[in-house]
């Protein structure tokens, strides 16, 4: 059996709370995550009846893509939707949480999805995201450096792109005088100790920064360990919002469009005037994307879809590139699929359904 907080640190591993926008409320909404789960419905909205299809199977954990609470509740007004919902979530016992931009903002998420569907090869984020990243040094005696390194390595630092283990190290001198009371590891009591020292250093995640910070001080010989860290500006490629990629080969502009049509299956698509050019390098953006616009210009895109973009957005591109809105939840609806596959390929025993509602608000008359 799993906790409710099982399933929540495991997502939390792939998409960090730390990654969400500041004007995002992602996490757990209501509910006890120390409870046993039985199982979870998986949806990209909360309405009522994703929370009827929780109580009709029974599943005490709903995993939103919209968070319910964007805004701050002033009042419990049972005629409010949000509340209503919530209410009786409460009182069936269902948790509820949301993983929204901090998903949107890892390549393997909500843009990663799209571009598995759309085919697209050479993904890497549209707009990477600073200070996602930590540097620490410490200096550790040359003896125990080995042992130091693999234990800050298995606390998940030193993970650059592809590859991981990654540091650096140099040798140098350190000293340092034990003074009275103390317990040094070498040296003696008031004297001047020089001893053949390693610098390391090594590059992690915010989020990972007390465990990586508990790996040290547990495998580091010291009684005081000598550390800094320092925050990076330095732009991940696999950290930020939207992606961009290429197709295979260059395709018509109008088959393009098929292609979106077929695959979000939407009945129309608005974009900006058709350039004349072929298609091969393309960005997108799950959700409201207006953003990212000028990113994708810059990136050379050919074609940049995404959905809410406003009537002056289809002006910007100027005939440089071919921008399309395939509409909200078109952009984001196989975000359930996404989450439904990594919790069952993680927990095999565990019930996880995909929402049979359809939760899209916007109908549109053809």
């Known amino acids: 059996m799993h906790r409710i907080a099982d399933i929540i ?30 199982g979870a419905i998986v949806a990209l909205d909360l309405t009522a009846e994703v929370v ?40 069936h016992e269902i948790s509820v949480y949301a993983i929204h931009t901090n998903l949107d903002n890892v390549i393997w998420g909500v843009n990663g999805e799209i571009a598995r569907r759309m085919g697209l090869k050479n993904l890497q984020v ?11 040094t410490t200096y550790v005696p ?10 800050i390595f298995e606390a998940g630092a030193g993970a650059i792109g592809l590859y991981d283990e990654c540091s650096f190290s140099s040798m140098g001198e350190g000293s340092f005088r034990a003074l009275k009371g103390a317990n040094p590891f070498i040296g ?15 590059i992690f995640p915010v989020h990972l920064q007390t465990p990586v910070m508990q790996a040290l001080k547990a495998a580091h010989p010291y009684e005081t360990v000598a550390y800094n860290i320092i925050p990076l500006e330095n732009q991940f490629h696999e950290l930020g919002g939207g992606a961009i990629g290429s197709l295979p080969e260059a395709i018509a502009e109008k088959d393009v469009l098929s292609m979106l049509k077929t695959i ?7 974009h900006s005037p058709l350039t004349g050019k072929p298609i091969k390098t393309i960005a997108l953006c799950g959700g409201s994307g207006k953003s990212m616009i000028y990113n994708a210009l810059a990136m050379k895109a050919d074609l ?17 590139m071919l921008l399309a809105d395939i509409g909200h939840f078109e952009s984001e609806q196989y975000t359930s699929d996404l989450l439904e596959r990594v919790i069952k390929e993680k927990f095999p ?18």
């Open 188 to 202: 003696t009591e008031g004297k001047r100790h020089l001893e053949q020292e390693q610098k390391l250093e090594f």
């Open 264 to 270: 979000f299956k939407t009945g129309a698509i608005r």
């Open 142 to 151: 040359s003896a125990q450096a080995e042992e130091v390194k693999n234990a």
């Open 9 to 38: 640190n495991f997502l939390e591993t792939l998409a960090p709370l730390h990654l969400q926008e500041e004007y995002d409320n992602c996490g757990l909404a209501c509910g006890d995550s120390t409870a046993t789960a039985n």
């Open 349 to 366: 025993t565990f019930a996880v359904l995909k929402t049979g509602r359809y939760t899209n608000p916007v109908n549109y008359f053809l």
């Open 52 to 91: 009827d299809e929780a109580i009709e199977n029974g599943f005490n954990l709903i995993i939103v893509h919209h968070p319910p609470i964007f805004k701050g509740l002033k009042k419990i007004d049972t005629n409010d939707p949000v509340t209503s919902m919530l209410l009786r979530c409460i009182q």
């Open 126 to 136: 549209l707009s990477p995201k600073g200070g996602t990243h930590r540097q620490l």
């Open 304 to 320: 940049y879809f995404t959905g809410d973009l406003g009537y002056h957005d289809f002006f910007l591109p100027a005939g440089r």
